[in-house]
């Protein structure tokens, strides 16, 4: 069965800091998902991650996936309250691009003036 | 353009009652899925459509959940009869290709089972 862990769970921060989120998973694959909730909405896709050593940014938010560590990062930058939501991280674990994924539990960041 | 439509927003039910949930996905997106996404937890896949056949619904409970996608576009999912565990939101989500665009969700459904 395959497991994504998120670390941290739960992460607080002052604006201006920097931080990173950790996703971890437990089988091969070489599609990784970034999706932001905020509380009572749906999901919004971040980044789609392809192949081992991608990297993507937007804004304040760059990701990162190694492929060979089963290693997923979401750095971010310079911190905004804006940013405050949930973050997902999801693993396709048919390597087909089916969308068939499996969700970590989140990280809660909050944000801090 | 139109995002994914889910409705209704909010359902309150009793337990061993049923219940049904629709969605209407974007337009021209041929692949449907459904997920649950329980309190406080991540999104879980239930059932995939690939126009009106199913692709995958291997985590789909089917002694009392089932979906169906009616000329590949409209789908609903029921729930008959509910349990106390069944309390989630529901989310409906759809993409072009699979897996070479985004990924775009619903609101999602927020039932609540008591």
């Known amino acids: 069965e395959l497991k994504v862990e998120q670390n941290p769970l739960f992460l607080s921060m002052q604006e201006g800091k920097n931080y990173t989120i950790y996703c971890n998973y437990s089988?091969?694959?070489?599609?990784l998902y970034w999706y932001r909730q905020d509380p009572g909405k749906s999901l919004e896709s971040l980044f789609v991650?392809?192949?081992?050593?991608a990297v993507k940014q937007e804004g304040r938010l760059m990701a990162s996936l190694d492929t060979k560590a089963r290693l997923s990062t979401l750095h971010i930058t310079a911190a905004v309250h804006d940013l405050s939501a949930t973050y997902f991280c999801?693993?396709?674990?048919?390597?087909?691009?089916?969308?068939?994924?499996?969700f970590g539990k989140g990280t809660k960041l909050s944000v801090i003036p | 353009e139109a995002g994914v439509a889910q409705s209704p927003r909010y359902k309150i039910i009793e337990k061993r009652q049923s219940v049904a949930f629709w969605c209407n996905p974007i337009?021209?997106?041929?692949?449907l899925y459904w997920y649950q996404q329980i309190l406080g937890q991540g999104p879980k896949l239930l059932i995939q459509f690939q126009n009106n056949g199913v692709v995958d619904d291997s985590q789909l409970p089917k002694d009392r959940f089932s979906a169906e996608r009616l000329k590949g576009v409209d789908s609903t999912l029921k729930i008959q009869p509910a349990k106390l565990e069944d309390s989630a939101v529901y989310l409906c989500a759809s993409s072009l290709a699979r897996g070479r665009e985004k990924l775009f969700f619903g609101s999602g459904t927020q039932l609540s089972v008591l």
């Open positions: 991650l392809l192949s081992n050593g």
């Open positions: 337009s021209g997106h041929a692949t």
């Open positions: 089988t091969t694959s070489d599609r």
């Open positions: 999801a693993v396709d674990p048919s390597g087909a691009g089916s969308y068939q994924l499996t």
